[in-house]
């Protein structure tokens, strides 16, 4: 069945540097991050949906780790928030994200270089959604490692020039990993729409789409 599987959803090279690998996590490593995601969750620096410069809020809730991100830049307190201190990368989130890197571009060097400093936990209810945007607060190039567990997802993948076409449209499924590097690395992207009730109820989620993002911010 595993076999079917990867024969329907092959790993997928969608611009140079931006790499889809389904099924990446085994469902108990999901159900793990899932638990993890939910005490990262937690007071203090709660999980919240980001309020935006223009008045309103993103429809999507984001929780961070490392560094903590608001509009447009990255701090060490979650100022947008409670303003307290937001807890370091886990070094098992580190170590996930140095794998990831490695099966990515199969280059075992690149993953044992990759040093993300910041992980934002973005949680999308059915009816959340993320427009096409570029993630450029970073000063460094280094890849993004992005993992997807609960609900599937249409990803939209886009070019470094605009919002607009061309873009390529991927589904991502609970498990899967996608990097996002090299001449990609500054690619606009979104998630236009959730697939509810797709998820794997055995990773621990009942409903909606958990993304976990690792990143370089290059700060200190
Ligand atoms: C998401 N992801 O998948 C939103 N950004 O929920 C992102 O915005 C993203 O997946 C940079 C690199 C990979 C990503
Ligand atoms: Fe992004």
Redo the contacts with the bound molecule.
Sequence with gaps: MDHLFSVSRPRRTIAPGAVHIPGWLSTNRQRELVEQCREWARPPAPMRRTALPGGGRMSVSTVCLGWHWSPYRYTRTAVDVDDAPVPPVSPTLVDLGRRAVTDAYDDPAAGRAYEPDTALI?F?DPAAR?GMHR?KDERVNAP?V?I?LGDA?L?RFGNTESRGRPYTDVR?ESGDL?V?GGPSRFAF?G?PLIHPGTGNAECGLTGGRL?I?LRTTGLT
């Design positions: 973005n999308y993320m993630d993004i992005s997807s997802c990803f991502l996608f996002f992207h998630v993304n993002t």
